[in-house]
Nanobody, 121 residues
Framework: QVQLVESGGGLVQPGGSLRLSCAAT????????MGWFRQVPGKERELVAR???????NCADSVKGRFTISRDDARKTVYLEMNSLKPEDTAVYYC???????????????WGQGTQVTVSS
């Protein structure tokens, strides 16, 4: 089975920083895109940032210049470095990984369990 294990969420003051990690475990043949979404109660899940297998990344306008996504393919891990955090960044953050488990199997998106990020004084 494939699992995504997230870590790094928590409570931080406005202007502070957090680093989220998401590690994929299990039988994995190849990984394509990796990324992060976030969701606030009552709202749709929104894309925060994603990074391709080639290292090209993009992020939401609301976090540009503050958040950085990166990946370590050897560790099958994606990171989200969050700086200059604002109260409106408060949400549950979910990672996703597009991967295939075998040479002839399709790419499927797997999701992490979610980690709470709260920005408050």
């Amino acid at each position: 089975q494939v699992q995504l294990v997230e870590s790094g969420g928590g409570l931080v003051q406005p202007g502070g920083s957090l680093r989220l990690s998401c590690a994929a475990t299990g039988t994995i043949f190849a990984i394509n895109d990796m990324g992060w979404f976030r969701q606030v109660p009552g709202k749709e899940r929104e894309l925060v940032a994603r990074i391709t297998s080639g290292g090209t990344s993009n992020c939401a306008d609301s976090v540009k210049g503050r958040f950085t996504i990166s990946r370590d393919d050897a560790r099958k891990t994606v990171y989200l470095e969050m700086n200059s955090l604002k109260p409106e960044d408060t949400a549950v953050y979910y990672c996703y990984v597009d991967l295939r488990r075998g040479r002839s199997t399709p790419f499927i998106s797997y999701w992490g369990q979610g980690t709470q990020v709260t920005v408050s004084s």
